[in-house]
Structure formats: structure tokens, C-alpha cells
């Protein structure tokens, strides 16, 4: 099996690939609870808290909702061990982005990183921090204007901690992890507790109020359960921070995503216990309806803390993983130039979290619907899973990669049906809901103009200095 040196040597893996110059080099301090840690506070973010009601509109009962959430939650295992596989063959900072490129060239890659940029991380950033701020107004009387600040002052104290050193990114996503995961399970005990107090509604039954049509409903309800999910995908975009990654990266998977499927599905089944579908429907923040009906009013000023919180962690998670993708891309020369650059104090790639929170600020003052872009977070990224499933094939057949490397059982049945669910996914969101897919494909269509210009200056550019 080849090294990556070796593979370097031959031009086929991307310059972030290769270990970089000791004098700039990324802390390698990362272990299996920071991994842990990274994964469930991406993962665990506002979600949970959002998206279950907005679900309960597309299907009628507690026992489909639950099929839908629980079968999501062994797909999404299946492409966190094609993604720990990946990252344990290439343990290099950028995560998909080095594995596209490898495999399909620096087109796609610079596509990934403009999806990145532009929709997948910072959208979902921006609407998170928005949400923040309206669980905070349930609290205190905000303005329009306090109420953007408090949005914009989430995002700029989240790009602070990411620019003084991943070790303080790092401390504070584990404390926010500890923090949430505490709260869901007290959420779920104190509902056992407290479960007498309210009737059963697990078995309640109502029509959809959604008009999508039976596969229709089922597509959305799925795109918004998809968008509670992503966070795992992000590990390997720091793997070269991390002490071991072919240990790490394994244990993360496993345990990180165990329990995220754990908290959701019996944080929704005491959502559903407690509230009903119609009450599920009836509210946007379920968590602190709940608590109000099992403990009083005064849970649900504490429950919109630890949800803000949770979001804030999730932001924070999202800064650590994504900003390592522009400074890859830059550093391939297929980006800014400015952007390959390492903080030589904070060993931290600055002037990457930099852009990365200017654009979600930017983004933060023409806030849209969450529910479209929650969805278009899921289109955008359904397409480069498949991409990268695609590229996990390539490299699983050619056997590239560094020895000893996790290997996914029951290849190639499960990364098989993987890939099968992601095209009919994005062909049926491109079905039922055109006309949101046609706006996500705008945002996403500009990078390949640019992409063509930018990479025909690199190769100009090479030609003359050979």
C-alpha cells in the first residue's frame, strides 16, 4: 500500500495532503473525546430542538415519524463508516475536500469548497445564531436591531475562540457537549419522572397538513431529519490535528453517533408522549413546551438557555471543521491565496475563520426561512456525499492511502446501498420541491465560472515557471 509521501511524490494528493512545514504546522492535540466531543456538539445543534415539529407536519403518527427518524439514523451510520474509512486511509486536514480532489480534480474540489463557503456551513451557521436570538427574545424584550446584534455577537464570539487556538475551540465545544447532552437526558428523565401528570399521546393520530403527497411528505420530512444529523461528515476535516487518527476517527464514529441516535430518538418520543402530533405541530419549540406541561413555566426560560447554548456549540463545531477546508483549498492554490495562511501564534488558520464569519454575518442580515435553508444545507450536501462516496470507491478499489487503515464491513453491499439512497434523494427533493432546488443550484452553479477562470490562471501560471 503506498504512503501518502509516495503518493505526493507522484502528483496525486492534494498539496493540504501532505504533512505540512514544521514551523506552521497544525496542533496535533486532538484525541478520541475532542473527536467525540467535535462530532455531537456539530451534530446536536439547534436540529432536535426545531426540526421534529416541522417533521410532524408531513406525516401523520408518532409510529412513522419514528420510522422515518430511526431509519435515517442507520443511514447516517452507514456514511459515518465510509467517512471513518476515508479518513483514517487520508488523516489530512480538509476532510472531503482532499478526497474529491484526489479523485476528481481540483474542479470539484474548489466546487466543494464554494458550496462550503456560500450554503452548506455557513447557512445553516447564520440560522442558527438567528433562532439563538428568538429564544433569547422569549426571555428579554429584543429589538430588530439588538436582536440582529445578539445574532451577529454569537457569530463574532464563536470566531474569537476558533482564532486564539483549536485548544480553546476545543474546551469550549466540550463543555457545551457536556452541557447539552446532560440537558436532552435530563430533558428525557424528567418526562419519566413527571410522566403521570399527562396523558399518553404516543398513539394520537392526525392527518398531514402538508400537501406534498405521500412521497412527497416523506422526502421533506427526510430532508429535515437529514439536516438534524449532519455534523459527522466534519470529523475528518481535522484529522491532522489529531493524536492518532486511525484510532480516533473510528471511536469518534462509533461513539459520537450512537449517542446522538440515542438523545433523538428519546427526546422525540417524549416530545410525542407529552405533546401529541397536533401539539407538535401547534409549536416551534417543543423542548420548552414540554417542560413547561411536566415541570412549570419557569422551565422554559432555563430549556431556551440550554438551547441557545446547544446552537452556540454547534456554530463553534461547524468554525473548527469548515474554516479547515478554505485554508486547504488555499493552499492547493485553488483559492485565495491569502487564506493558506497559519497563525503564527494561534496555529490556527485565521484569516479562514475570518471569511468564514464574515459571510455568515453577511448572511445573518438577509435571514430566510429555516425550513428552506435547512433544506438547501441538505440538497447542497446530498449532492457532494455522492460525490464522495463516488470517490470512496476509487480509492478503496486503487487501495491508496496509509497502511493499517479502518476498512468498512460488508463492502460493497452497505456503501452500495449508501450511494443508492443519496441520488434518490436528491432526485426526489428535485421532484417534489423544484423550485427551492432550483434556488440552491443557483447559489451553487456561479463557482463553476469562476472555478474555470481560476484554475485556468494556476495552470497558465505553472506552465510559465516549468
Request: proline share 5%; net charge positive.
Amino acid at each position: 500500500m503506498k504512503n501518502l509521501k509516495s503518493l505526493k511524490q507522484q502528483g496525486s494528493v492534494p498539496q493540504s495532503s501532505v504533512k505540512p512545514n514544521p514551523h506552521t504546522n497544525l496542533n496535533r492535540s486532538l484525541g478520541t473525546i475532542d473527536g467525540v466531543a467535535l462530532l455531537i456538539g456539530i451534530t446536536i445543534g439547534l436540529g432536535i430542538f426545531t426540526t421534529p415539529s416541522l417533521v410532524a407536519g408531513y406525516l401523520d403518527s408518532f409510529s412513522s415519524v419514528m420510522m422515518v427518524w430511526i431509519g435515517i439514523g442507520m443511514f447516517m451510520i452507514m456514511g459515518g463508516l465510509i467517512y471513518a474509512e476515508l479518513g483514517t486511509r487520508l488523516p489530512v486536514t480538509g476532510g472531503e475536500y482532499v478526497y474529491i480532489t484526489k479523485c476528481f480534480g481540483p474542479l470539484a474540489g474548489f466546487m466543494l469548497g464554494w458550496a462550503q463557503l456560500f450554503i452548506i456551513r455557513t447557512s445553516p451557521a447564520a440560522a442558527v445564531a438567528i433562532i439563538s436570538a428568538d429564544y433569547l427574545g422569549v426571555m428579554i424584550d429584543l429589538s430588530p436591531m439588538a436582536h440582529t446584534s445578539v445574532a451577529l455577537g454569537i457569530i463574532i464570539f464563536v470566531g474569537a475562540i476558533n482564532y486564539l487556538g483549536i485548544t480553546w475551540a476545543s474546551l469550549f465545544q466540550k463543555f457545551t457537549v457536556v452541557a447539552k447532552v446532560g440537558f436532552i437526558a435530563s430533558l428525557v428523565l424528567l418526562g419519566l419522572a413527571f410522566i403521570n401528570r399527562t396523558p399518553n399521546l404516543l398513539g394520537s393520530t392526525s392527518p398531514v397538513t402538508e400537501g406534498l403527497g405521500p412521497i412527497g411528505n416523506v422526502t421533506a420530512a427526510v430532508i429535515l431529519i437529514i439536516f438534524s444529523h449532519t455534523g459527522w461528515d466534519r470529523v475528518g476535516c481535522v484529522a491532522e490535528e489529531m493524536k492518532d487518527p486511525r484510532k480516533v476517527i473510528p471511536r469518534t464514529m462509533l461513539f459520537g453517533m450512537s449517542t446522538v441516535l440515542v438523545l433523538y430518538w428519546s427526546i422525540n418520543t417524549m416530545y410525542h408522549y407529552i405533546l401529541g402530533i397536533e401539539g407538535m405541530r401547534d409549536t416551534i419549540t417543543p423542548a420548552a413546551d414540554m417542560a413547561d406541561i411536566v415541570i412549570g413555566p419557569i422551565a422554559a426560560n432555563f430549556v431556551a438557555l440550554m438551547i441557545i447554548l446547544s446552537a452556540i456549540g454547534g456554530i463553534n463545531g461547524t468554525a473548527m471543521s469548515a474554516t479547515r477546508v478554505y485554508y486547504s483549498m488555499a493552499k492547493d492554490g485553488i483559492f485565495f491565496s491569502w487564506l493558506n495562511y497559519i497563525h503564527p501564534k494561534f496555529k490556527t488558520p485565521s484569516r479562514a475563520i475570518i471569511i468564514y464569519c464574515a459571510w455568515t454575518s453577511f448572511l445573518i442580515l438577509f435571514r430566510g426561512s429555516f425550513e428552506n435553508i435547512a433544506g438547501g444545507m441538505v440538497f447542497a450536501i446530498l449532492i457532494f456525499y455522492i460525490m464522495t462516496t463516488a470517490a470512496f470507491f476509487k480509492i478503496r478499489i486503487k487501495n491508496i492511502g496509509e497502511p493499517g487503515a479502518f476498512r468498512i464491513p460488508f463492502y460493497p453491499w452497505l456503501p452500495c446501498i449508501y450511494l443508492i439512497g443519496l441520488v434518490g434523494l436528491v432526485v426526489l427533493r428535485a421532484i417534489y420541491q423544484w423550485e427551492q432546488s432550483l434556488i440552491d443550484l443557483a447559489i451553487l452553479t456561479p463557482g463553476l465560472p469562476i472555478s474555470y477562470i481560476w484554475l485556468s490562471k494556476k495552470r497558465k501560471k505553472h506552465h510559465s515557471e516549468i
